[in-house]
């Protein structure tokens, strides 16, 4: 067993780790307790593009938890934070798949978003990027723009590549489904901002203030949140109330440095720090 020591910051995953749906898990509040008892730095850090920062803090306060704005990262504000850095937001238009954290993530940065079957040109009309993130109301026509828009030569971005949600009634269908669909019809491959790709948690570092020896990931999902932690160069804590298991565990190509059934435990271990 590793050292569960020199612990500052944590980057945390939301779905499977703190909540199903909008069933929070057991212990919720007694470890963000713990967390702002002893002082350790935090981000909220997940691959769900769909809701806001407010979306969140919302959502955790109704689950009887306070956070602050800058606690929360979502792969829309990572993809939108890199498009940014490799374009001009001021001239550059993008189509997106998604709801209003990928929408208002683009927005703050300064991009032009295009509407449906507007379509990439000779003439500038159409999208530079189609950006897809999780979306509810995903359907033909937003799939055809975007679709379309790639052919055409838009350069193609995910904003994370999950092929699978945790829920209240179970898994379900991520955003990589509907990546697959477009790669299917464009021959096109995406660009994959979140997790596992280190982008983020680099991200969510700098905000943090905090290096490579005392940063640890912690989240459910040995290819997303594990995999990102070990190209990141830092170390992980897998809880087992999401979507990787213990039989996945010992198939594994790789492994996190620490596994523990719960947030609960999690909270234990980290009482053992005072």
């Known amino acids: 067993m590793h050292p569960f020591n020199t612990i500052r910051a944590l ?7 703190l909540w199903h749906g909008n069933q929070a898990i057991a212990g919720l509040s007694e470890f963000f307790n713990t967390l702002r008892d002893l002082d350790i730095r935090f981000i909220l850090a997940t691959n769900n593009a769909s809701s806001t920062p407010e979306q969140y803090v919302s959502k955790l306060a109704g689950m009887g938890v306070t956070v602050e704005l800058q606690e929360i990262m979502t792969s829309a504000m990572a993809t939108a934070m890199y498009l940014a850095e490799q374009t001009d937001p001021a001239t550059t238009k993008v189509f997106v798949i998604g709801e209003d954290g990928a929408i208002q993530a683009l927005l703050e940065q300064g ?7 507007e379509i990439k040109d000779d003439a500038g009309n159409g999208a530079d990027i189609v950006v897809c993130g999780k979306d509810h109301a995903i359907n033909w ?5 975007a679709t379309l828009n790639i052919r055409a030569g838009a350069t193609f971005i995910g904003t994370n590549g999950d092929t699978t949600l945790p829920t209240e009634r179970g898994l379900t269908h991520g955003n990589g489904a509907i990546l697959a669909a477009l790669e299917a019809a464009t021959g096109v491959q995406p660009v994959i901002i979140g997790k596992p790709e280190p982008i983020m948690y680099r991200q969510a570092m700098t905000k943090l203030g905090s290096n490579l020896a005392e940063t640890i990931a912690i989240g459910d999902k040995l290819e997303t949140d594990i995999l990102g932690a070990i190209r990141t160069g830092i170390r992980s804590l897998m809880v087992l109330t999401g979507v990787s298991t213990e039989a996945d565990l010992k198939s594994s190509g790789y492994q996190p440095t620490w596994v523990m059934p719960d947030i609960t435990a999690v909270t234990r271990a980290l009482r053992t720090l005072k």
Do not use: R
């Not at 991009?111 to 079957?117: A, E, Q, R």
């Not at 026509?141 to 723009?145: E, F, G, I, M, P």
């Open 111 to 117: 991009f032009t978003l295009t509407g449906l079957y």
């Open 141 to 145: 026509d937003k799939l055809a723009t």
């Open 11 to 17: 980057i945390i995953d939301m779905d499977g780790v």
